[in-house]
C-alpha cells in the first residue's frame, strides 16, 4: 500500500540585521540558552501572528480575536443606523448571551467607575470577521426584545438573545480557523485543533545584545541654539543573526477540520507556506527595517512525523574565515538533513526540494528550485498525488 503523505515540514534560515523582532515584558531582547549558549529566539506565538497577517491577505479571509466582540457588534449595528445606546444595549447582550463568563470594564482613572455598556467576555473568542455581521443580524431579528429590555449592569444579569444562536456563530470558522486552531473551551464544540505547528526561532550560534543609546532633537531648540541638550535622551536593546525557523502543516489534522476537500487543502497550505517565508514580526520596524528573505528555504514532505533540524545547531555555528554565519548555517543544515535522512531511513521522505540564494548542490535537500514558488508547487503537486494515490489504494 502505498504510503500517504502525512506532514509539508519547513525550514528556513533567515539572516536578520540590527532589528528586536520580539520584545519581552522589559522590552528586551529573548533569548535562550541552547547548546550552552546564549541565542537570541523569537517567540512561535509572535511569528505566527505575523504568518496569520500575511496568510489573511493571500486567501482574503480574516479571524478577529478578541474580547470585546460585543462592542464590534455595536459598531457594526451604529453603521446600520441604530441609534447608538440601542446599539450599545445590544452589543452587551451578544458579549453575555453565551456559556463565556463577562464581565464589564473599569474607567482606567477610576477603576471603582464601571464603563458603561462595556461588556467584555472572559475569554477571547476567535471567530470569521463574518461573524459579526451574522451577529448584528441576530440582533436585528430581536430588536423589539432588546428595545424592551434593560443594559447589562452586572455579571449575574442574563442576555434576552437566544444563547443557542449565539453559539452557534461562535463556533464558525473559516480556512483561517481550520488551519490554526481554536481555543474556546467556554463553548461546547468551539474548540478546532490547529493543523499548524511553529516553532520558536532561534540563532543558529551565539548572539549577543547590543544597547543603542539614543536621543531625540527638540527642532525649536536646535533652530534658535539658545540651549543645549536633546528633548529625550532613552536606550533600547537590539541583535542580529542568523535564524533557523521551523513549521510543519498535518494534512490528516487539516482534512479533519475541513473534510475531503483536495483543492481547498491546497490552498491553504499553500498560502500557509508562502505567508511563512514571507513574514516578519514587526516590532520596531519603523526604526529598524529589518526586511530581509530567507537565504534558503528547504520543504520536505514526510509520510511518518515532523522532524525539525534544529539539533543541527546545538552546537552553534561558527563564523566563516571572511565573516558571516548563513554560509556556515547552510552547510550545518544540509549534513544534518543527510545523517537524519540516513539514520531513519530516506523512503519516509516523499519529496523534498529546496530554494535559495546559495549556488552550491545542496543534494542532502532534495531538488533546487528557481524560486520559492517553484518549491512549494512542487512539493504540494507530490503531497497531494501522493495523498490522493493512498485514499485510492486504501
Known amino acids: 500500500m502505498t504510503a500517504p503523505a ?227 535622551m532613552g536606550h533600547a536593546e537590539f541583535s542580529a543573526g542568523t535564524f533557523y525557523r521551523f513549521a510543519t502543516v498535518d494534512l490528516r489534522d487539516l482534512t479533519a477540520n475541513i473534510g475531503d476537500e483536495p483543492a481547498a487543502a491546497r490552498e491553504l497550505i499553500e498560502a500557509f507556506l508562502a505567508s511563512f517565508i514571507e513574514s516578519l514580526p514587526q516590532a520596531k520596524k519603523n526604526s529598524t527595517a529589518p526586511h530581509t528573505i530567507p537565504g534558503l528555504v528547504h520543504i520536505s514532505v514526510r509520510s511518518d512525523r515532523p522532524l525539525s533540524y534544529a539539533a543541527a545547531f546545538e552546537r552553534p555555528v561558527r563564523a566563516a574565515a571572511e565573516g558571516g554565519f548563513a554560509a556556515n548555517s547552510v552547510v550545518e543544515l544540509a549534513a544534518y538533513a543527510q545523517a537524519a535522512g540516513k539514520l531513519l531511513g530516506t523512503g519516509r521522505i516523499l519529496t523534498s526540494g529546496w530554494a535559495g540564494l546559495d549556488a552550491k548542490d545542496l543534494s542532502s535537500l532534495g531538488e533546487r528550485h528557481d524560486s520559492f514558488a517553484e518549491l512549494i508547487t512542487a512539493a504540494l503537486d507530490a503531497a497531494l498525488a501522493r495523498t490522493a494515490t493512498a485514499t485510492a489504494s486504501a
Open 6 to 232: 502525512r506532514f509539508v515540514d519547513i525550514h528556513v534560515l533567515q539572516s536578520v540585521p540590527f532589528a528586536n523582532l520580539n520584545r519581552d515584558d522589559t522590552n528586551s531582547v529573548k533569548t535562550v540558552l541552547y547548546g550552552n549558549t546564549v541565542r537570541t529566539r523569537v517567540s512561535s506565538q509572535s511569528w505566527k501572528r505575523a504568518v496569520r497577517e500575511r496568510f489573511q491577505e493571500h486567501i482574503g479571509q480574516a479571524a478577529l480575536r478578541t474580547r470585546r466582540i460585543g462592542e464590534r457588534v455595536t459598531r457594526e449595528l451604529i453603521e446600520r443606523g441604530w441609534p447608538q445606546d440601542l446599539a450599545q444595549r445590544a452589543g452587551g447582550h451578544i458579549a453575555a448571551g453565551s456559556s463565556i463568563k463577562f464581565e464589564l470594564a473599569k474607567n482606567p482613572d477610576d477603576p471603582k467607575q464601571v464603563l458603561a455598556n462595556k461588556v467584555l467576555t472572559n475569554a477571547m473568542v476567535y471567530v470569521p470577521e463574518t461573524a459579526v455581521a451574522d451577529l448584528a443580524d441576530l440582533a436585528e431579528q430581536h430588536r423589539t426584545a432588546l428595545e424592551e429590555a434593560a443594559d447589562v449592569k452586572k455579571p449575574a444579569d442574563k442576555s434576552v438573545l437566544p444563547k443557542e444562536r449565539i453559539e452557534t456563530i461562535l463556533r464558525s470558522r473559516n480556512g483561517v480557523i481550520n488551519l490554526f486552531g481554536r481555543m474556546l473551551a467556554e463553548v461546547d464544540s468551539a474548540g478546532v485543533d490547529g493543523a499548524v505547528q511553529v516553532a520558536h526561532a532561534l540563532t543558529t550560534h551565539e548572539t549577543d545584545v547590543e544597547l543603542d543609546y539614543f536621543s531625540a532633537v527638540d527642532d525649536i531648540t536646535s533652530s534658535w541654539g539658545d540651549a543645549t541638550g536633546s528633548a529625550h
